[in-house]
């Protein structure tokens, strides 16, 4: 088999990772004379790490996010220093998604909600976690649509929308909760 023919086998066997750097790492195996079994194994990393990358964005884009760069590494604590950190880090946890538990952000327009929501989600994705982000009149009237139906929609790829009773508001420093 040629380099082609291999390429094409590889594709075949739904392996594109491998297919897509065989030739770069069939160069590298001569230029650093590397043993077999280490270049098999660098090709199989290519490839967990290609099917890894794919699957992170297909969730992403699954979420919905209306903004895909909204994580906590930009958000600005301090535009509203009465938002609990210790709280927002630990929902980026996922924890509270182990626990079955759902966190619902409440408080006036323009105080960091929905873009916490989207980090939450986007870390939550990372950890492996499907997500789905809907802003709450969008979620009403897809939840509305469906009750007028009768049915049970799939959002967005989802099967189940959990409506838990376990909800954790962010309120005021100062209030027992936290609010954004």
Do not use: W
């Amino acid at each position: 088999m040629n380099l082609i023919e291999l390429q094409r086998a590889l594709r075949q066997l739904r392996l594109g990772g491998m297919a897509g750097v065989l030739e770069t790492r069939l160069k590298q195996a001569q230029a650093e004379a590397m043993a077999p079994i280490d270049l098999i194994s660098c090709l199989i990393a290519d490839e967990l790490t290609r099917r890894s990358d794919r699957l992170l964005e297909r969730r992403r884009k699954q979420a919905g996010f209306r903004d895909a760069h909204k994580t906590l590494d930009n958000f600005d604590f301090a535009f509203n220093p009465k938002m609990n950190r210790s709280l927002v880090f630990d929902l980026a946890t996922g924890a509270f998604i182990t626990r079955r538990e759902d966190a619902l952000f409440l408080g006036p327009g323009g105080t960091g909600k929905s873009h916490l929501a989207q980090a939450i989600g986007h870390a939550a994705i990372q950890q492996g976690h499907r997500v789905l982000y809907r802003e709450t009149h969008a979620l009403l009237d897809e939840l509305a649509e469906a009750a007028v139906d009768g049915t049970r929609r799939q959002l967005h790829g989802l099967d189940r929308l959990s409506a838990a009773a376990h909800h954790r508001r962010l309120r005021d420093a100062q209030a027992p909760a936290h609010r954004c």
